[in-house]
C-alpha cells in the first residue's frame, strides 16, 4: 500500500465477495491483494481471508473480515459523484440489487450495510448555484427524491 491513510471497511466474512462487486463498478478499480490469516481469529480460522486490499476509484482501501462485533452506519459513506443519468441509474441499481435498501436524497445502503450516496455533478451544480433561488428550488425537488433524477433538478429550476 502506497496511501499513507487507508480507510478499513469491517466485514463478516464477506470483504472478498463485497471488493469484488465494488471493483467492478467504477473504473480505475482493482483488488490488489487477498491476505490469510497464519492464525485462528475471533473472525475465522487460519488460513481464511483476513484482509483484501483494493483500490476504488484510484484510491486505497482495506477490506477486514473482523467478525460480527461492528456494522456499517450512514455515519460514513462513499459518496460516488455521477456524470450523468444513465452512471447514476447504473450505480443505484447494482448497488440496491440482492438486498441493498433505498434511502431519500440519493443514498442507500448496499446488501453489506455500506451506506452510499450516489450523487450526479449537476445536483451538486444546481443545490450550489449562485442564484439563491434557482438553488432553493434544486433542494426542495431533491428533498422529494429517492434516486436523484436529473431531468426532474432540472425541470425544478427551469421557470426561474
Not at 471493483?23 to 487460519?46: C, K
Not at 486490499?53 to 459523484?81: C, D, H, I, K, W
Request: hydrophobic share 45%; proline share 6%.
Amino acid at each position: 500500500m502506497a496511501d499513507k491513510i487507508v480507510p478499513c471497511l469491517w466485514f463478516d466474512g464477506e470483504a472478498e465477495a463485497a471488493t469484488a462487486f465494488y471493483v467492478s463498478l467504477l473504473p480505475d478499480s482493482r483488488i490488489t491483494a487477498v491476505n490469510h490469516s497464519p492464525v485462528d481469529t475471533p473472525s475465522g480460522p487460519a488460513g481464511s481471508v483476513l484482509t483484501v486490499q483494493f483500490v476504488l476509484a484510484g484510491r486505497e482501501y482495506l477490506a477486514l473480515n473482523g467478525g460480527p462485533n461492528f456494522r456499517f452506519t450512514e455515519a460514513v459513506s462513499f459518496m460516488v459523484m455521477t456524470e450523468d443519468q444513465a452512471e447514476t441509474d447504473r450505480l443505484w441499481d447494482a448497488l440496491t440489487a440482492d438486498g441493498g435498501r433505498e434511502n431519500a436524497c440519493g443514498w442507500l445502503k448496499d446488501r453489506w450495510g455500506l451506506s452510499w450516496q450516489i450523487t450526479p455533478r449537476r445536483l451538486v451544480e444546481l443545490t450550489t448555484d449562485p442564484d439563491p433561488a434557482r438553488a432553493k428550488a434544486a433542494m426542495q425537488a431533491m428533498m422529494e427524491m429517492i434516486k436523484i433524477d436529473v431531468a426532474a433538478l432540472e425541470r425544478a429550476v427551469a421557470d426561474l
